[in-house]
């Protein structure tokens, strides 16, 4: 890997920029306690060189090559040696295009970069490669995370591919079975503790340096690294023609920080010559964020949050000081959406024959909100993130398509698009009679 590229880990703070050497075991800055980022210097190939190198690779069938976040390596050179990658072969994934569902978010096109097609069906294994394999390069035995479901599922496999011990936190009650059945197959300790995501990640931190264990949580930068693979790929597959805005569902906002790092990289390093903008959707009982981009100040955490869709149930997300600086520097926005229209975009999305799980399909939810505004033009060229699979969380979908899922409080959430299942007589003569 490339050798004559100095990376260091740098605070995020603006007021300390402190930089610390890129094999140091932090989170957080020790002189201030800001979030910490991977920084490169010295030489880098030209954009046309990149550019080539990327396409040469497709042909090759080489590990590295053949992931869709290693191919990009040289825009993530923290690496001193590929013997420490743990790939499974995540990215890859396809931009879809999806009229009905466009139509639905008041759009002539949308395209959907789906991150659900990774190896554990969700976008955390385009981050998690890089986590891993920064935890064997430091020679870490164990590995550890809170998560809302797809953190925990994707550690659990890069650790298990990597022949590290996973230890998995989840909040008791408020992941869907599919994301803990995932931890439980590919073999992770796992705990379910009876708090939030927020309070079981302030406990992680206290056992992670108390026991020495890897933090494989969002706010570790190489995480965040490999994240920026989904807006290079997506890119690529542009031709580098970065479209008017990317949308993102936003949770414990790593994604939102790392999409935005990716894009002013790119633009420095002349891949492309416009910067997108952001628009980040979270859930309005998970909204805090969206509090904040709009009232401005310091980040007030929600106590009690609350969402069916459990991956963005997060009330107090650590990154926001990225997150907000990216939003902010992409002239971006931030929406927040209620949960019959995350409901009922999922249900769309699900016409379109893509599908995605609850916290994905706030994308949509959300550009039906803003180009209803016209904060989002009807003919912008639109690119929304879907984060995870459909099968994620079947029991969600079950209940839509039957009347029976209830948002927080015991509201019903109507099933606006609801399709469900028939019981019938084995008998051809009523069967055909019903289809007629
Ligand atoms: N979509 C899905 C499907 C997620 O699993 C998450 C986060 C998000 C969106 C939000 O991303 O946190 O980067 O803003 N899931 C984490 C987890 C918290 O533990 O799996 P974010």
């Known amino acids: 890997m490339s050798s004559s590229v100095q990376a260091e880990l740098t605070c995020f703070e603006a007021s300390c920029r402190k930089r610390f ?19 490169y210097s010295g030489p880098r190939p030209s954009a046309g060189e990149l550019r080539d190198l990327f396409r040469q690779r497709r042909l090759s069938n080489a590990p590295l090559d053949t992931s869709g976040v290693w191919r990009y390596r040289e825009l993530f050179p923290f690496l001193n040696d590929p ?3 743990v790939t499974l072969r995540e990215g890859n994934t396809p931009l879809l295009e999806a009229p009905i569902a466009a139509q639905y978010g008041g759009l002539d096109r949308i395209a959907f970069k789906h991150q659900g097609f990774n190896p554990t069906g969700s976008f955390k294994d385009n981050g998690m490669t890089c986590g891993a394999s920064q935890a064997r390069r430091l020679g870490m035995q164990r590995v550890a995370c809170v998560s809302t479901g797809n953190t925990s599922a994707s550690m659990a496999a890069y650790a298990a591919a990597a022949g590290l011990e996973a230890l998995i936190f989840l909040p008791h009650g408020n992941i869907s079975f599919g994301k803990l059945a995932q931890a439980l197959e590919y073999g992770a300790r796992t705990l379910e503790v009876e708090a939030n995501f927020d309070q079981i990640l302030a406990l992680v931190r206290v056992l ?13 930068p190489f995480r965040v690294e490999g994240q920026k693979s989904i807006i290079f790929e997506m890119l690529e597959q542009r031709d580098w023609n970065p479209p008017d805005w990317i949308v993102l569902p936003g949770g414990n906002l790593g994604n939102t920080s790392a999409f935005g790092k990716a894009l002013r990289e790119a633009r420095e390093l002349g891949l492309i010559q416009k910067m997108p903008r952001l628009a980040v959707i979270q859930a309005e009982g998970a909204a805090p964020f969206y509090e904040l981009f709009h009232q401005g100040g310091e980040l007030h955490a929600v106590g009690k949050p ?4 459990t991956a963005i149930r ?9 997150a907000l600086h990216e939003v902010r520097s992409s002239c971006g926005t931030v929406e927040r959406v209620t949960e019959q229209e995350i409901a009922d975009a999922k249900a769309m999305i699900g016409r379109a024959g893509v599908g995605c799980e609850p916290a994905s399909a706030a994308t949509l939810a959300g550009i039906r909100k803003l ?33 029976k899922l209830e948002a927080p409080g015991g509201v019903k959430i109507r099933g606006t698009f609801g399709n469900q299942s028939i019981v019938v007589p084995n008998d051809p003569d009523r069967i055909a009679a019903l289809l007629q």
Do not use: F, Q
Request: net charge negative.
């Open 306 to 309: 609350e969402t069916l869709a």
């Open 314 to 322: 997060i009330g107090d997300p650590v990154s926001w000081p990225k």
């Open 371 to 403: 180009t209803a505004s016209a904060v989002i033009a009807k003919n912008a060229d639109v690119v929304a993130v879907l984060t995870g699979n459909v099968l994620k969380d079947p029991d969600y979908i079950y209940k839509y398509h039957t009347g």
């Open 21 to 39: 050497a890129i094999t140091e075991v932090l989170y957080n800055c020790p002189k201030c306690g800001g979030l910490l980022e991977t920084t």
């Open 208 to 220: 992670a340096e108390r026991l020495g264990i890897y933090l494989l949580n969002s706010m570790n």
């Open 83 to 85: 013997k420490y990658v």
